[in-house]
């Protein structure tokens, strides 16, 4: 059941680099978890004022994620900046569990020191204290990371706003393949091309991306650096598509065709040893690793309709993993291995499913009528996915549970192929 | 047929092949990627790397070609005669299939005994779907689709040799089909002749 606490919108522009300029990620948030935790954080003492507003970003994160309620700090007379400072009555009357207090000293050189700590209210405990000395262009970062540590203490779980994401937009005829940090902020675009790009994927280690793009009249694969360097994977004769790293990103598994019907694959990083995964007369597409690296799921036609199955990643024996629904395609694992995320065709609706592997119990996630690509967080809370808003393309995420759910659109731009990068080191 | 009959026929039917590609703006005259990355780093993207040639796109722009208006004058090109059944070439599917039907066969005979007329003449099939599904299931069922009229031409004789297949998945289809008979359109594969 879901109760619509937040309702918000940010509007966040983004710094692009393309001909796709001026469009804005705006990300809308609605549920919340059932027990949401009481946090207040007080805003950052600053040695320069309006220097920063890494509180401001913290609180956007918290908020996101739906499991905490935001405490308006504004009515409380001291700002204490250390736990020295905290006058707990104050903070217990505001009925705060727990509360982030903090300080930005600017040091020479466009430098910054920034202290935090997390504090329990009620047993007036500290939970966690860190510091940081960074330049300027890493205070988002850092905000980022602050709103992790607070997320894992309270939580238990690991953290996911230090991560970005990855989509293609679609904008005046040209595709670009665009990054932005996982609140929308700092949008750049990769790749650029007005044939269709497709498929983007992470390297585990969030440094570059593989793709398929059209740009010769047919889909290839490409790896590209952040940083701008390009090299094709894979050219083979026919189709090259669905790339998907191995977790140790030592090698992929990918789609050849050679002219005929679509089959798994397996290729180094670096384009090398390409070995066939599995040999059927049907369609085999749509490769995802387990995280301990031993299986590769997939989506397959071989039994009628689209189903997923399960191969080890050295070849074998092909095992069927779902049963219900029509179709099943595009399926991800959880990053604990526990969880199957898919797309099911749902009485003519493509909407997503969430398929527990021990038990086969399966959990309908979205409600869209054409939602695709579900991407995990890094922490397995969230699956960011494509949905249509309109006749564009949005980006739509949801909590693993079902009970938080956010939109990103791009004003004027239709996006799709969302895929959620790993936490930044 | 003489050798020099057939050449002129091959020249002026590659002419007018050129001419159709200029005016409508297939994917064959589309100029390819750039990256656009601005970092530090874009720069050496921007250099022709071996593997990479794409990248170099944006400043080696694909040259246009201008053809003489009059070169469209040859009328009987076979391909090109709207009363010749090898004018047709679009190939219809049902959701989630790629079986040739029936009402295609005359169309597919007529393609398979020019392409053993013409053992020069290369076609590329390429396979489109619906928007429904996912991207890489879609591309999947759109290879399948130019490769079940791949086959249908095999049966009839034509190598392989002459027969590229190639699938756009949902990418090129119409945006947003809000009906059947939309997304009927984009559940098919073309023939097209090599150059057109």
Same mark, same amino acid.
């Given at each position: 059941m %879901?109760?619509?606490?937040?309702?918000?919108?940010? %509007?966040?522009?983004?710094?692009?680099?393309?001909?796709? /300029?001026?469009?804005?990620?705006?990300?809308?948030?609605?549920?919340?978890?059932?027990?949401?935790?009481?946090? /207040?954080?007080?805003?950052?003492?600053?040695?320069?004022?309006?220097?920063?507003?890494?509180?401001?970003?913290?609180?956007?994160?918290?908020?996101?994620?739906?499991?905490?309620?935001?405490?308006?700090?504004?009515?409380?007379?001291?700002?204490?900046?250390?736990?020295?400072?905290?006058?707990?009555?104050?903070?217990?009357?505001?009925?705060?569990?727990?509360? /982030?207090?903090?300080?930005?000293?600017?040091?020479?050189?466009n430098r910054y020191n920034i202290s935090f700590q997390l504090v329990d209210v009620l047993k007036q405990t500290q939970l966690a204290s860190v510091q940081y000395n960074v330049s300027a262009n890493q205070l988002r970062g850092t905000a980022h990371k602050i709103a992790d540590v607070i997320y894992q203490k309270l939580t238990g779980e690991s953290g996911l706003f230090s991560s970005r994401i990855a989509y293609v937009a679609k904008l005046n005829g040209r595709y670009a393949l665009r990054v932005a940090d996982v609140d929308g902020e700092n949008a750049v675009t990769m790749v650029s091309s007005k044939e269709p790009i497709i498929s983007p994927t992470w390297s585990p280690d969030g440094s570059k991306m593989a793709y398929v793009s059209f740009e010769k009249k047919k889909p290839i694969i490409y790896i590209q650096t952040l940083s701008g360097q390009r090299t094709i994977l894979a050219n083979f004769k026919g189709n090259n598509s669905a790339p998907a790293w191995s977790p140790d990103g030592s090698k992929l598994a990918i789609v050849l065709t050679y002219g005929a019907n679509s089959q798994l694959y397996t290729i180094n990083a670096d384009g090398s040893n390409l070995q066939p995964l599995t040999k059927s007369s049907a369609i085999d597409t749509e490769p995802t690793w387990s995280p301990d690296g031993q299986w590769i799921y997939f989506s397959s036609d071989r039994g009628g309709r689209p189903q997923i199955y399960k191969?080890?990643?050295?070849?074998?024996?092909?095992?069927?993993?779902?049963?219900?629904?029509?179709?099943?395609?595009?399926?991800?694992v959880s990053p604990d291995g526990k969880f199957l995320a898919m797309v099911r065709n749902d009485?003519?609706?493509?909407?997503?499913?969430?398929?527990?592997?021990?038990? #086969?119990?399966?959990?309908?996630?979205?409600?869209?009528?054409?939602?695709?690509?579900?991407?995990?967080a890094p922490n397995g809370r969230v699956l960011l996915y494509a949905t249509r808003s309109g006749d564009k393309g949005a980006l739509a995420a949801v909590s693993s549970d #079902?009970?938080?759910?956010?939109? %990103?659109?791009?004003?004027?731009?239709?996006?799709?192929?969302?895929?959620?990068g790993p936490l930044i080191k | 047929m003489n050798s020099s009959t057939w050449n002129t026929k091959l020249l002026s039917s590659l002419a007018l092949a050129l001419i159709l590609a200029a005016c409508k703006s297939t994917p064959m005259v589309d100029k390819p990627a750039a990256v656009e990355d601005r970092s530090p780093a874009a720069a050496s993207a921007a250099k022709p790397a071996e593997a990479a040639p794409a990248a170099v796109a944006e400043t080696a722009a694909v040259k246009e070609v201008v053809i003489d208006g009059?070169?469209?004058?040859?009328?009987?090109?076979?391909?090109?005669?709207?009363?010749?059944?090898?004018?047709?070439?679009? !190939?219809?599917? +049902?959701?989630?299939? +790629? =079986?040739?039907? =029936?009402?295609?066969?005359?169309?597919?005979? =007529?393609?398979?005994?020019? @392409? @053993? =007329?013409?053992?020069?003449?290369?076609?590329?099939?390429?396979?489109?779907? +619906?928007?429904?599904?996912?991207?890489?299931?879609? @591309?999947?069922?759109?290879?399948?689709?130019?490769?079940?009229?791949?086959?249908?031409?095999?049966? @009839?004789? !034509?190598? +392989?040799?002459?027969?590229?297949?190639?699938?756009?998945?949902?990418?090129?289809?119409?945006?947003?089909c809000a009906d059947e008979s939309c997304a009927k359109q984009n559940r098919r594969a073309d023939i097209v002749y090599e150059n057109e």
């Open positions: %879901l109760i619509p606490i937040l309702r918000i919108v940010l %509007l966040l522009v983004s710094l692009c680099l393309s001909g796709l /300029a001026h469009s804005a990620l705006e990300i809308e948030i609605s549920g919340g978890g059932a027990q949401q935790l009481p946090i /207040a954080i007080v805003p950052f003492a600053q040695s320069q004022p309006g220097s920063d507003n890494l509180s401001s970003i913290i609180q956007a994160d918290l908020k996101r994620s739906g499991l905490f309620r935001l405490l308006e700090t504004a009515g409380v007379t001291s700002r204490p900046s250390d736990i020295s400072q905290i006058k707990y009555a104050e903070w217990v009357a505001l009925q705060a569990q727990a509360m /982030a207090v903090g300080k930005v000293e600017a040091l020479p050189g191969v080890a990643a050295s070849g074998g024996d092909v095992q069927r993993v779902t049963f219900e629904g029509t179709f099943n395609l595009s399926p991800r009485g003519g609706k493509y909407r997503l499913a969430l398929q527990e592997l021990a038990s #086969g119990q399966v959990q309908m996630l979205s409600e869209g009528a054409q939602d695709e690509s579900p991407s995990f #079902g009970s938080v759910r956010q939109r %990103l659109n791009e004003s004027g731009g239709d996006i799709r192929e969302p895929a959620w | 009059n070169a469209g004058a040859n009328g009987n090109n076979p391909l090109k005669d709207p009363n010749n059944i090898l004018s047709k070439r679009q !190939v219809y599917f +049902d959701y989630d299939s +790629d =079986a040739v039907k =029936a009402e295609y066969r005359p169309l597919i005979e =007529a393609h398979a005994k020019y @392409l @053993l =007329a013409n053992r020069n003449a290369k076609v590329i099939v390429q396979g489109n779907t +619906d928007e429904r599904g996912s991207r890489e299931y879609n @591309l999947s069922l759109g290879q399948r689709r130019s490769v079940a009229v791949k086959k249908s031409l095999n049966l @009839l004789g !034509v190598q +392989d040799g002459q027969i590229e297949t190639v699938s756009f998945g949902e990418e090129k289809a119409t945006a947003a």
